[in-house]
């Protein structure tokens, strides 16, 4: 990997399809920008028509004459998913890249999905999972095989799947909640990797985090019916990503190299290489533990097949 790894270093995307999810803002809008400049034909989706057009908009703008199209796709919606995963099928019969970046961080209260799922577990993981299972026949047929990336986050080091409450409706604790959910996320691009070498699968499964990038999700749900220590809590977290962060772009920059580098490895992890990987150039990422426990891995594995009613396996 050259040392200070920039967009400029990707191969031409020509001709290739990717989609993005949560494309309309942050980190996957800076992901679907950097794959349309490199002349992939991008597909952004979102669950919100307008905030969806006016990405698709901004991103024709920042990049003329860029292959982009908008879809709606709500990723806590398992309806949602199977809908867009079948209209998807009778579009192309490949799928070139996935980056799974859809998610929501620290909901102060405990909420669910659609489908009763708590709704950082459903959002960023269960979501994830259901939408890779559904189109991996289409990233299989692409040609050398596509790539699927799950980006992670940080708060997977210190992240615990706690099995006997994994919805959290015993008890419920936002970031705690979060961190189940980001942990999930990289167990789930380390296991894919394993299953795809165990059954032959023409796929490559690569995981990325931002580090601490100056995105919405990163700043917001600081509201008045939070109690005082949660409140300084989230006030101390949005100095110290402002201070001691970077931008959107630069924290896309893992989640780019995973999705066209071809030193990226599969089951490769990649964030920044700064203090705490919280900021920097893109370098491989260190992987807690809990990421590589077998047990935890395939037990996660056959729960989110149960609970989606899909197969990854």
């Not at 920008?33 to 969806?52: D, F, H, W, Y």
């Not at 070139?96 to 909420?111: E, I, K, Q, S």
């Not at 015993?170 to 167990?187: E, H």
Request: hydrophobic share 45%; glycine share 10%; net charge positive.
């Amino acid at each position: 990997m050259s040392r200070h790894w920039t967009l400029q270093q990707a191969p031409r995307m020509d001709g290739r399809l990717a989609l993005v999810t949560g494309a309309t803002g942050g980190l996957g809008y800076q992901t679907a920008l950097g794959l349309a400049a490199r002349g992939a034909r991008v597909m952004l989706t979102g669950r919100n028509v307008e905030k969806g057009l006016d990405a698709l908009a901004r991103l024709q703008h920042d990049q003329p004459g860029a292959d982009a199209s908008f879809r709606v796709l709500d990723v806590a919606s398992l309806e949602s998913i199977a809908t867009f995963a079948h209209e998807l099928a009778q579009e192309t019969d490949r799928l070139d890249v996935l980056v799974n970046n859809a998610g929501v961080m620290g909901t102060p209260h405990r909420l669910e999905t659609r489908d009763g799922f708590e709704l950082q577990f459903g959002t960023n993981f269960l979501g994830p999972f259901a939408l890779t299972a559904r189109l991996r026949p289409l990233v299989c047929a692409a040609d050398g095989g596509g790539r699927v990336v799950t980006v992670a986050s940080l708060a997977a080091l210190k992240g615990q799947i706690v099995f006997d409450d994994l919805q959290g409706r015993r008890r419920y604790a936002p970031f705690r909640a979060y961190g189940q959910s980001k942990l999930a996320d990289l167990i789930l691009a380390l296991e894919l990797d394993r299953q795809a070498r165990a059954h032959g699968w023409p796929l490559h499964s690569i995981a990325a985090h931002p580090g601490w990038a100056r995105t919405d999700i990163a700043t917001s749900r600081l509201t008045s019916r939070q109690g005082l220590q949660e409140r300084l809590t989230r006030v101390g977290a949005v100095w110290a990503f402002r201070f001691m962060g970077q931008s959107a772009a630069h924290g896309a920059l893992p989640i780019e190299f995973a999705a066209m580098a071809p030193e990226a490895r599969d089951g490769g992890y990649y964030g920044p290489d700064g203090p705490g990987e919280r900021r920097g150039h893109v370098a491989e990422a260190w992987i807690p533990p809990a990421a590589t426990n077998l047990t935890t891995a395939r037990r996660l594995w056959q729960v989110a097949e149960r609970l989606t009613g899909t197969a990854l396996s």
